[in-house]
């Protein structure tokens, strides 16, 4: 279907639209395990001309067009023919899990992680802001934060979230949680809290896409293409390993750690 339409309006497509089109007509499998950034990178493009492009076509997006590519091709089938190898087997899988793994610190300076920690250790409040999958791992961040003492604000209601961001300020910081970087009410939660001064950290497997572009600072998680491709399927382990990064490496605060202390004290009847 989505080849089909692409075809079918080729002709009216602006030139931009046809060099992004032509990569996906020609790399149709692979097209599926990309973001948006990836295709604007290897396709030569714009996010902006991919996306005008799946409007012409009459998709609302990249995503859908996405979706529609993997029920055209059938989704198992495409996977396999993506040009990266697959396990075959429970040890392969793990082995290529670890060997991803190892590759985190080839995507994230020392400097930049232990910056990022010492923002957060001194925030005022942490705003969390994610969508959908991730916002389980923003959900994680925000108990862990305050396990430690620090205070934090996470929501999956798109509407009280970025509410909750406008009445913060610049000694808060926002940390944004986007897989593929294109989510939109991340993207506006970096775009607010850059009007009101607040530092903003993204954790992000697309460092060149739109929501890259927003944040004072990126922490990659964009390692090689992982198992689970992307359609809902994605692995957001590297998302959970880089929150584990910054709470391991955050400044200790005696008083913010009897506070964290207090509450596991209250919760311990809960627990044997």
Request: net charge negative.
């Given at each position: 279907m989505a080849l089909d339409q692409i075809r079918r309006h080729y002709g009216e497509m602006f030139q931009a639209e046809k060099k992004a089109a032509d990569y996906i007509l020609e790399n149709p499998s692979r097209v599926i395990g990309l973001s948006l950034a990836s295709l604007a990178k290897e396709s030569?493009?714009?996010?902006?001309?991919?996306?005008?492009?799946?409007?012409?076509?009459?998709?609302?997006?990249?995503?859908?067009?996405k979706i529609s590519l993997a029920s055209t091709l059938?989704?198992?089938?495409?996977?396999?023919?993506?040009?990266?190898?697959?396990?075959?087997?429970?040890?392969?899988?793990?082995?290529?899990?670890?060997?991803?793994?190892?590759?985190?610190?080839?995507h994230i300076s020392p400097e930049l992680l232990h910056t990022c920690s010492e923002l957060i250790s001194h925030a005022e409040c942490v705003y969390l802001s994610a969508w959908g999958n991730t916002g389980e791992v923003a959900s994680d961040f925000a108990h862990r934060l305050a396990r430690k003492g620090i205070k934090s604000f996470t929501s999956d209601v798109p509407e009280f979230s970025t509410r909750s961001l406008a009445l913060g300020n610049a000694r808060d910081v926002l940390v944004a949680?986007?897989?593929?970087?294109?989510?939109?009410?991340?993207?506006?939660?970096?775009?607010?809290?850059?009007?009101?001064?607040?530092?903003?950290?993204?954790?992000?497997?697309?460092?060149?896409?739109?929501?890259?572009?927003?944040?004072?600072?990126?922490?990659?998680a964009g390692v090689r293409d992982y198992p689970f491709q992307d359609l809902g399927n994605a692995s957001h382990l590297f998302e959970y390993l880089i929150v584990d990064a910054l709470l391991y490496f955050m400044e200790e605060d005696e008083d913010r750690n009897q506070k964290g202390d207090y509450t596991e004290f209250i919760m311990a009847d809960a627990k044997y």
């Amino acid at each position: 279907m989505a080849l089909d339409q692409i075809r079918r309006h080729y002709g009216e497509m602006f030139q931009a639209e046809k060099k992004a089109a032509d990569y996906i007509l020609e790399n149709p499998s692979r097209v599926i395990g990309l973001s948006l950034a990836s295709l604007a990178k290897e396709s030569g493009t714009s996010d902006a001309t991919i996306i005008r492009m799946c409007r012409h076509v009459g998709f609302s997006g990249f995503y859908q067009l996405k979706i529609s590519l993997a029920s055209t091709l059938g989704k198992a089938a495409a996977m396999k023919n993506m040009e990266n190898a697959y396990p075959e087997n429970v040890t392969e899988f793990f082995n290529l899990v670890a060997e991803r793994v190892r590759e985190l610190p080839m995507h994230i300076s020392p400097e930049l992680l232990h910056t990022c920690s010492e923002l957060i250790s001194h925030a005022e409040c942490v705003y969390l802001s994610a969508w959908g999958n991730t916002g389980e791992v923003a959900s994680d961040f925000a108990h862990r934060l305050a396990r430690k003492g620090i205070k934090s604000f996470t929501s999956d209601v798109p509407e009280f979230s970025t509410r909750s961001l406008a009445l913060g300020n610049a000694r808060d910081v926002l940390v944004a949680i986007s897989h593929s970087g294109g989510t939109i009410h991340v993207i506006q939660s970096l775009q607010i809290a850059k009007k009101l001064g607040m530092k903003t950290i993204l954790i992000t497997a697309a460092e060149s896409s739109e929501a890259g572009r927003q944040a004072d600072h990126v922490l990659c998680a964009g390692v090689r293409d992982y198992p689970f491709q992307d359609l809902g399927n994605a692995s957001h382990l590297f998302e959970y390993l880089i929150v584990d990064a910054l709470l391991y490496f955050m400044e200790e605060d005696e008083d913010r750690n009897q506070k964290g202390d207090y509450t596991e004290f209250i919760m311990a009847d809960a627990k044997y």
